[in-house]
């Protein structure tokens, strides 16, 4: 059940990166009704749900995303690869302000991602988490604020991405795409 959901999972992001969300949608919301992986106890559907909820998010619909991540997000972090945990918590922090313009609550989902990467030293986590911290300050129109939080992030000792590799949950949200929202 374990290594068929983290299949199931994988291919559906693939699904989703190559364009094919509703594909993904559907692969997803049928492995988590499979009986087969749903097993007492066991951690198996995780990686569906954190999956499932970044697609249902990409589709736009943002209060079942929210749902689908919130009911798995304590366990998150102890079952999935960083890319999982990333697309989660963006997503999630993302819905929220859907439903929360005033963004209380994805400040919140945004800040337990961060401390959960600085505690498990997951810089990757930590990098993104911070720039989406960044964007959200700059869509309310708070330069200040992005602009002290950038300087916090470049305070950090990040280690570079490899030249030339993209990672699923950076998408295109990395250095370059951030100081050019600063700028």
Not at 34 to 57: H, K, M, P, R, T
Not at 108 to 124: A, F, H, M, V
């Amino acid at each position: 059940a374990f290594s068929g959901a983290y299949s199931t999972s994988l291919l559906a992001y693939a699904h989703i990166l190559d364009g094919h969300l509703d594909q993904a949608i559907t692969r997803l919301h049928s492995a988590l009704n499979d009986e087969y992986l749903n097993v007492q106890g066991s951690f198996a559907s995780v990686s569906l749900s954190a999956v499932y909820g970044f697609a249902l998010y990409e589709s736009g619909n943002f209060a079942d995303a929210e749902s689908q991540l919130r009911d798995s997000l304590d366990i998150l972090p102890q079952t999935l690869p960083v890319d999982w945990l990333i697309s989660a918590f963006l997503s999630l922090a993302r819905a929220a302000v859907q439903s929360e313009p005033d963004g209380g609550d994805s400040q919140e989902i945004l800040d337990n991602g961060e401390r959960l990467g600085l505690i498990n030293r997951i810089p990757r986590l930590v990098r993104a988490i911070r720039y989406e911290k960044i964007r959200l300050a700059l869509t309310r129109g708070n330069c200040r604020e992005a602009r002290n939080l950038f300087r916090v992030l470049t305070e950090f000792p990040f280690e570079k991405l490899p030249q030339g590799w993209t990672h699923f949950a950076e998408g295109c949200d990395d250095d370059f795409v951030c100081q050019t929202r600063l700028d």
